[in-house]
C-alpha cells in the first residue's frame, strides 16, 4: 500500500521520474499504456493484446491507424472521464485531492471500473 501512495504522490506532484502512464489491463494482463510526456499523449497496445486476440479499442485500430500520438487524449479516454460538473465527483475529486488538469490520474482514480467495458485502469510511474 505504501508503495502505491508513493507512486501516486510522484505522479501527482510531478517528481523528476520517468512521464506518468495508464496500463490498461484485460482480466489482469496489461495490454496496453498510454502515456503523458510533455504534454502528449502516446497510446500502444502490448504484446498481451496481440496474444489475447482483442478487439481494438474504440478509435484506436492498430491495423487502422498508426500508433495514436498527439496533444488530445484519445477519445476512448475521454469518454471515461466522470463528469467533473457533478458534485459527488467534485467532491472526491477533493477528497482525493485530485486537479482538473492531472487528466491520467483521474483516469486511474475515478475511471478505473465500467460496468459496461471490461478494462481497467492502474496509474505507474513508468
Known sequence: MLKKVKQVKQLFYGYDSPPPTLKILYNGDQIAELKLENS?????????FYRLALQPLPGLDPDKDPPYEGKDLPLYFRERLPDMRRPDVKRLMEQFRIPEDKVLLLLATLGRHTVTDPFEFQLSAA
Open 40 to 48: 502528449r499523449y502516446t497510446f500502444r497496445y502490448l504484446d498481451a
